[in-house]
């Protein structure tokens, strides 16, 4: 079922996740977190900007392979409780986040958010997707990266920059692809740790 709907696309009307898409996400991770701190809703600017400005230097190259099939229509958000089966077949539910790109960032939000990221559980799952699917071009390297590497670090920083666009004021970022309030801090603030973390979560690396 995920594999048509990757196979599906690109379609009208959603958003697109491709190369330069992908590579504009630390920029605007950037100007996120100047908008969270001259409104009084961070801490730490410093320590997130260092790590962002690491993200940005490499983007560019990392992004590469975006459109490396599949490439289609995506969830955005997969995860089981998403899918629905009953009396009238299989339904994907929860398309707030659909788009069109590549189809391992849904295999990424599927396997879950983890720090380090669950890479061993990911590659499993592309080379199982890879040939039920038929779909052989699953597991070739992007950006110079093993998929199982590139695929959790771009998923986490495409659901970090969406759910705040998407949540306003009372949403904030999360690597992996859900919002949530960061420990001790009032809803409409957000906390960055000592590891780079934001709401307790840390960014995703692309090395």
């Not at 997969?78 to 339904?91: D, E, K, M, N, T």
């Not at 670090?153 to 306003?168: K, S, T």
Request: contains cysteine; proline residues 10%; hydrophobic residues 40%.
């Amino acid at each position: 079922m995920v594999a048509r709907l990757h196979r599906g696309g690109p379609a009208p009307g959603l958003p697109v996740l491709d190369r330069s898409t992908l590579a504009a996400l630390p920029g605007r991770a950037f100007a996120l977190v100047d908008e969270l701190h001259h409104g009084d809703r961070l801490d730490n600017r410093a320590l997130l900007c260092r790590a962002l400005s690491a993200l940005v230097a490499v983007a560019a190259r990392r992004a590469c392979g975006a459109d490396i099939p599949p490439f289609g229509v995506c969830h955005g958000e997969l995860h089981p409780s998403a899918i629905h089966i009953g009396s009238r077949g299989v339904r994907l539910l929860d398309l707030a986040m659909a788009h069109n790109g590549p189809g391992l960032l849904d295999l990424a939000s599927w396997v879950g958010a983890s720090q380090p990221p669950n890479t061993h559980a990911m590659g499993h799952l592309i080379g199982v997707y890879g040939a039920l699917a038929g779909i052989p071009e699953a597991c070739t390297d992007r950006g110079g990266l093993p998929g199982p590497v590139w695929a959790p670090g771009w998923q986490g920083m495409h659901a970090a920059l969406w759910h705040p666009a998407a949540g306003g004021q009372q949403s904030r970022p999360r690597a992996g692809g859900a919002a949530r309030h960061g420990g001790g801090h009032p809803p409409n603030r957000v906390g960055c740790g000592p590891a780079g973390q934001v709401a307790g979560t840390t960014l995703p690396r692309l090395p």
